[in-house]
């Protein structure tokens, strides 16, 4: 976040204070699976800070290949000869 008085600050709170309220529910086809879940874009910290959510980031802009690595960890390293 820019601070204030900055070229791009206002154009970055207008962006948070629009996405902000947003909230995406995610629900399982199969009812079995669970009931589902609620995911934020930001998680607000106060007033003054608000960090990106770490699932939305996940979910909607993470490579899937990093982020199956990251759950299930980055394996074992090769020895080297």
Do not use: C, W, Y
């Given at each position: 976040?820019?601070?204030?008085?900055?070229?791009?600050?206002k154009?970055?709170l207008?962006?948070?204070r629009t996405?902000g309220p947003?909230?995406?529910?995610?629900k399982?086809?199969?009812?079995?699976?669970?009931?589902?879940?609620?995911?934020h874009?930001?998680?607000r910290?106060?007033?003054?800070?608000?960090?990106?959510?770490?699932?939305?980031?996940?979910v909607?802009?993470l490579?899937?290949?990093?982020?199956k690595?990251?759950l299930?960890?980055?394996g074992?390293k090769?020895?080297?000869s």
């Amino acid at each position: 976040m820019p601070q204030k008085g900055d070229a791009g600050f206002k154009t970055v709170l207008n962006l948070l204070r629009t996405l902000g309220p947003m909230k995406f529910e995610v629900k399982p086809k199969n009812n079995k699976d669970g009931d589902g879940f609620v995911l934020h874009p930001f998680d607000r910290i106060d007033a003054q800070t608000t960090h990106l959510n770490h699932m939305f980031n996940a979910v909607f802009f993470l490579p899937m290949h990093v982020v199956k690595k990251a759950l299930t960890g980055f394996g074992k390293k090769k020895k080297r000869s």
